[in-house]
């Protein structure tokens, strides 16, 4: 697709799989003229199991004043997305484009094997993220091997990689900073893991410029799962009202949200996330026509100061 000028519609360029075990290869998006379209300018995306999004081309395109595209994570403005949902993407080229007036010039995620410089990006930020690391995450059943790879996506090689894991027993690291951007957990036992890798160019090592490095991670959970009880009469309750209890399993640091459906069907929150996994729930002013349902939240967070995706559960309960 050559020379043409998309403005003011849902989406701008769009180069995607969508069939499992479909290909995109070889498609060429330049010289077009990409503005003030609802979701990002130009979009390289595969959608589906098995299917392959590679050798494309993103080159020599005007792309300013679009929109965010939250479907893979670009939740800020952005002029071109390179994003695999499934499995990754590879060795697609992104040169020589002029972006302008978004927040990210270059939003990648499931993407490796980048060909990504020579482009003029005034944005606040020019690539994001600064490593990504592609592998499975969320679910994962017990006994599986699990393999992670990480890349800086405007520099694939010359770097070094840290991994860490943290897990009920603590964190450790795996790997210290060597060039094997690759690292496998195998045989993985029932439990929640969040995976670390840090990057630094081997400068930078030298300088022990800790500062410096990039970071990415990912969390996995194996034979996870949550449960909520109603519990009996205790001391100290409000009289006929009821107390909800949940337990999670095989979970990481898990903090507790309650949410209470009423006769009239509003839903009230216990408040803001927290350790705590009690809720004590006042009867209703007017007997319900139906029993009133109890659906209680765990999310999953990632110890401070690492970042990683929420893991929700839910459980639901009639008292």
Same mark, same amino acid.
Request: charged share 10%; with cysteine.
């Given at each position: 697709?050559?020379?043409?000028?998309?403005?003011?519609?849902?989406?701008?360029?769009?180069?995607?799989?969508?069939?499992?075990?479909?290909?995109?290869?070889?498609?060429?998006?330049?010289?077009?003229?990409?503005?003030?379209?609802?979701?990002?300018?130009?979009?390289?995306?595969?959608?589906?199991?098995?299917?392959?999004?590679?050798?494309?081309?993103?080159?020599?395109?005007?792309?300013?004043?679009?929109?965010?595209?939250?479907?893979?994570?670009?939740?800020? /403005? @952005?002029?071109? +997305?390179?994003?695999?949902?499934?499995?990754?993407?590879?060795?697609?080229?992104?040169?020589?484009?002029?972006?302008?007036?978004?927040?990210?010039?270059?939003?990648?995620?499931?993407?490796?094997?980048?060909?990504?410089?020579?482009?003029?990006?005034?944005?606040?930020?020019?690539?994001?993220?600064?490593?990504?690391?592609?592998?499975?995450?969320?679910?994962?059943?017990?006994?599986?091997?699990?393999?992670?790879?990480?890349?800086?996506?405007?520099?694939?090689?010359?770097?070094?990689?840290?991994?860490?894991?943290?897990?009920?027993?603590?964190?450790?690291?795996?790997?210290?900073?060597?060039?094997?951007?690759?690292?496998?957990?195998?045989? +993985?036992?029932?439990?929640?893991?969040? +995976?670390?890798?840090?990057?630094?160019?081997?400068?930078?090592?030298?300088?022990?410029?800790?500062?410096?490095?990039?970071?990415?991670?990912?969390?996995?959970?194996?034979?996870?799962?949550?449960?909520?009880?109603?519990?009996?009469?205790?001391?100290?309750?409000?009289?006929?009202? /009821? @107390?909800?209890?949940?337990?999670?399993?095989?979970?990481?640091?898990?903090?507790?949200?309650?949410?209470?459906?009423?006769?009239?069907?509003?839903?009230?929150?216990?408040?803001?996330?927290?350790?705590?996994?009690?809720?004590?729930?006042?009867?209703? @002013?007017?007997?319900?026509?139906?029993?009133?349902?109890?659906?209680?939240?765990? /999310?999953?967070?990632?110890? @401070?100061?690492?970042?990683?995706?929420?893991?929700?559960?839910?459980?639901?309960?009639?008292?």
């Amino acid at each position: 697709m050559s020379g043409n000028t998309v403005s003011h519609d849902v989406a701008g360029i769009v180069v995607a799989t969508d069939v499992p075990g479909s290909l995109a290869e070889g498609n060429v998006v330049s010289h077009n003229v990409v503005s003030d379209n609802f979701i990002a300018g130009i979009v390289l995306h595969s959608n589906a199991p098995g299917d392959m999004l590679m050798k494309n081309a993103v080159t020599d395109n005007t792309v300013a004043g679009n929109g965010a595209d939250g479907e893979v994570g670009a939740f800020q /403005t @952005t002029g071109i +997305v390179e994003a695999g949902a499934v499995a990754p993407v590879t060795d697609n080229t992104i040169t020589g484009n002029h972006v302008s007036d978004e927040t990210l010039g270059i939003y990648v995620t499931g993407a490796l094997a980048n060909h990504i410089s020579g482009n003029i990006l005034d944005t606040p930020v020019s690539v994001a993220p600064s490593l990504e690391m592609v592998g499975q995450g969320g679910n994962v059943a017990a006994g599986k091997t699990v393999v992670y790879t990480v890349e800086n996506p405007t520099a694939p090689t010359g770097l070094l990689y840290q991994y860490w894991v943290d897990s009920a027993a603590g964190w450790r690291m795996v790997q210290n900073y060597l060039p094997d951007n690759v690292y496998a957990m195998k045989d +993985v036992a029932a439990g929640s893991y969040q +995976v670390v890798a840090y990057s630094l160019t081997p400068a930078a090592l030298k300088a022990r410029a800790w500062h410096d490095a990039a970071s990415a991670s990912h969390i996995i959970n194996v034979g996870s799962s949550v449960s909520l009880a109603v519990m009996g009469a205790m001391s100290g309750m409000t009289a006929n009202s /009821t @107390t909800v209890q949940a337990a999670a399993k095989n979970l990481l640091h898990p903090v507790y949200q309650f949410w209470w459906q009423g006769p009239n069907g509003q839903w009230t929150a216990s408040g803001n996330y927290s350790t705590d996994n009690m809720m004590d729930i006042l009867p209703p @002013t007017v007997a319900p026509p139906r029993p009133a349902r109890m659906l209680w939240w765990l /999310t999953l967070r990632a110890p @401070t100061p690492r970042k990683a995706p929420l893991m929700r559960y839910s459980a639901s309960r009639c008292p």
